[in-house]
């Protein structure tokens, strides 16, 4: 994956078999593990591929408020899309975007979480969609 300009991604994590998680944050995290202002996060990894894809999001997903799915294949590549809002503090939310991308008997997941009303969404919304377009999956 080529890290997008302005983000950085945690080497160890990724070294260590873990997924690839990346940021655009230089300042750390609230109290809680919240992401500050402004802050973004992109997390990719997988798993075996599932018989239905949108049933295994739902099941992944399940009890988030707002979610929509949308069928929106990635490079001929069978996909599904995700978006939902999660509450992780009380007065502060999460947006979410989820791309499934199946591949062989993989399946990718690539995840971007910021905090709602970000005035730089479209922007992040534009870096996670050229990251999905990108990615070698293997």
């Given amino acids: 994956m080529r890290v997008p300009a302005g983000w950085k991604c945690n080497e160890r994590l990724a070294a260590a078999g873990g997924p690839i998680s990346c940021t655009n944050s230089a300042e750390p995290y609230a109290?809680?593990?919240?992401?500050?202002?402004?802050?973004?996060?992109?997390?990719?990894?997988?798993?075996?591929?599932?018989?239905?894809?949108?049933?295994?999001?739902?099941?992944?997903?399940?009890?988030?408020?707002?979610?929509?799915?949308?069928?929106?294949?990635v490079s001929g590549k069978p996909a599904l899309k995700t978006t939902y809002t999660d509450e992780t503090a009380p007065g502060v939310s999460t947006s979410n975007m989820v791309y499934y991308v199946a591949e062989g008997n993989r399946l990718y997941k690539f995840y971007l979480s910021y905090r709602t009303g970000n005035t730089q969404e479209r922007s992040l919304i534009q870096v996670f969609d050229t990251v999905v377009r990108e990615a070698v999956l293997k």
Wanted: net charge negative; charged share 25%.
């Fill in 31 to 73: 109290n809680g593990g919240l992401l500050p202002p402004g802050g973004a996060e992109i997390e990719i990894t997988s798993v075996a591929r599932p018989v239905v894809l949108d049933a295994y999001a739902r099941a992944e997903l399940k009890g988030v408020r707002d979610l929509k799915l949308t069928e929106s294949p």
